[in-house]
């Protein structure tokens, strides 16, 4: 069955940065478009970057844009997001997700009904 498993998170100060990753197995994930979504208690899940199939294109919300990256590598069927100049407001569970149905428009896969799978989450949380 697939799995997605996210690492990497964990206490940060303001103004730093930390790299997120999901590892996935049991699919091809190299078909897969993937997606980086967040909670913060009390709050719904909220998107925050997504990327193509090959890597070759991303979107992100306004809030993170200029600040954190999304990458993947394909031989490695894992997903990053890089997060520089981090803000208390980031602090979040992260999660990451994989879509199987290709879509025309990267805004279609701001919405979370749109992915298959989901990952456990990783917390990230950043210090003011």
């Known amino acids: 069955q697939v799995q997605l498993v996210e690492s990497g998170g964990g206490l940060v100060q303001a103004g730093g940065s930390l790299r997120v990753s999901c590892a996935a197995s049991?699919?091809?994930?190299?078909?897969?478009?993937m997606g980086w979504f967040r909670q913060a208690p009390g709050k719904g899940r909220e998107f925050v970057a997504s990327?193509?199939?090959?890597?070759?294109?991303?979107d992100y919300t306004d809030s993170v844009k200029g600040r954190f990256t999304i990458s993947r590598d394909n031989t490695k069927d894992t997903v990053y997001l890089q997060m520089n100049s981090l803000k208390p407001e980031d602090t979040a569970v992260y999660y990451c997700?994989?879509?199987?149905?290709?879509?025309?428009?990267?805004?279609?896969?701001?919405?979370?009904?749109?992915?298959?799978?989901w990952g456990q989450g990783t917390q990230v949380t950043v210090s003011s």
């Open positions: 049991g699919g091809t994930f190299s078909s897969w478009h």
């Open positions: 997700a994989a879509a199987t149905v290709t879509y025309y428009s990267m805004t279609y896969y701001q919405g979370p009904h749109r992915y298959d799978y």
């Open positions: 990327i193509t199939k090959s890597g070759g294109s991303a």
